[in-house]
């Protein structure tokens, strides 16, 4: 082989090694210039969320000594709420209805007969939770304006009126929200809350609502 030849074969070699290696660079540089850019792949977008803002919902409970004369007698506290569906604000408020007073209403005079009532098990599907609560419904039928809570774990009523007590404080807390002019309320077995007379009044095709057979009675519809 010639001078020459070995020549030429170095030179082409050199040039096969260098092309790969100019190649890389290219593709780094333009890796580079996309980044530099905010240039994306494809990937999700980095837009940061926007949290919603706190909303305030009403909560009722008895209170001391009024509630005692008059069970349809119930006050309402504030909390908030960052929720922005009425399912879920209502599911929320619900939520902190049962949760009760906090100290300092207690100490003026609030208090909540749902306390160290409910039972352990629930006995509705999915995770554990307290109640469902269907919108524009009574019990299973379709009524627009109506919500019904069923509750998922069984509830004890604490005396005679207590009863009465709870399904006010359920009523007032639903029917702050537009939308909600009746409330049915449901035990866990799928009864009338509170229906002494075991008749299901709550379901039936009359008004919708319990109504309370006590003194001081009043409709939930």
């Known amino acids: 082989m010639t001078a020459l030849t070995t020549a030429h074969h170095m030179v082409k070699g050199s040039m096969r090694r260098r092309v790969p290696a100019l190649a890389l660079m290219l593709l780094s540089t333009i890796g580079l210039i996309v980044s530099a850019c905010g240039g994306s792949t494809g990937g999700a977008s980095s837009t940061p969320t926007a949290t919603p803002k706190p909303s305030v ?3 009722y409970f008895a209170r001391h000594p009024e509630t005692e004369n008059n069970p349809a007698a119930v ?3 504030t909390r908030s709420t960052t929720e922005v569906s009425t399912q879920a604000r ?3 408020a619900l939520q902190e209805m049962l949760k009760g007073p906090s100290q300092s209403e207690r100490s003026n005079g609030y208090y909540s ?5 409910l039972g352990l098990q629930s006995v509705c599907s999915g995770e554990f939770h307290d109640f469902d609560l269907t919108l524009d419904h009574k019990g299973a039928t379709p009524e627009q304006g109506t919500a019904t809570l069923k509750f998922c774990r069984r509830v004890d009523i604490p005396g005679d009126m207590a009863g009465f007590v709870m399904s006010h404080m359920i009523a007032n807390t639903l029917k702050q929200f537009p939308g909600i002019q009746k409330v049915v309320i449901l035990n866990y077995m799928g009864a009338c809350f509170n229906d002494m007379q075991g008749a299901n009044a709550c379901l039936s095709f009359a008004p919708s609502g319990y109504t309370a057979r006590a003194p001081y009675a009043e409709s939930l519809a």
């Open 57 to 59: 919902v009403q909560v």
């Open 75 to 77: 006050f309402p506290v």
């Open 90 to 92: 209502v599911t929320d």
């Open 113 to 117: 007969p749902f306390d160290g009532q």
